[in-house]
């Protein structure tokens, strides 16, 4: 699998941009999987659900199955796995999306809006191999993308993951 990542600050665009690029990897053969970084307590039970029930009175996992998809949940007692042990429990595909973990040194795409007066996290950062940005970012010493143009970022994306270090990652 390949493990390439969208990130940014908060409000910058990327869920917005991941959810564009997925179809056109899609389109052009690429199987697809996703991984979002949280940074809040989050949950997708709803209180008085059965599986929320089933958490509540202490199971450690609860999968909950229908026709049409499943889910996993396990509650957390030793902190949060790292990306590598998360991308081990997926099932295998082509590419792996990674929304967030700034900090893990995977290749990604950063989405910077000079408009939201936040610093540019690319600066020393090897990992950012790319910035799509909604405006002209002097001094940046990396490809620069249209935000607005999704279709020009997968065909950048899809050259570098090609020609490059963007590392299979066993699963």
């Keep these: 699998m390949k493990v390439f990542g969208v990130t940014g600050w908060s ?8 959810g564009e690029l997925v179809p056109r990897f899609i389109a052009r053969g690429w199987s697809v999987s996703t991984v979002k970084h ?18 509540q009175s202490g199971a450690t996992e609860v999968l909950i199955s229908s026709s049409l998809r499943w889910a996993l949940m396990h509650e957390l007692h030793a902190g949060e ?14 590419l792996v999306l990674v929304e967030g973990f700034k900090a893990n040194p995977h290749p ?8 939201l007066q936040r610093p540019p996290i690319w600066p020393g950062r090897d990992d950012i191999v790319a910035v799509a940005a909604d405006a002209d970012l002097p001094g940046c010493d990396r490809p620069v993308l249209p935000l607005n143009d999704p279709a020009a970022i997968v065909d950048w994306a899809l050259a570098f993951l ?10």
Excluded: Y
Aim: charged residues 25%; aromatic residues 4%; hydrophobic residues 35%.
């Design 162 to 171: 090609l020609r490059s270090g963007a590392q299979d990652h066993a699963t």
């Design 38 to 55: 949280a940074h809040h307590g989050f949950d997708l039970d709803q209180p008085g659900k059965d599986s929320w029930r089933h958490r």
């Design 108 to 115: 990604k795409l950063e989405v910077h809006r000079p408009a």
């Design 11 to 18: 409000g910058s665009g990327k869920t917005t941009l991941l």
């Design 81 to 94: 796995p790292p990306l590598a042990e998360l991308l081990a429990r997926l099932s295998p595909v082509d």
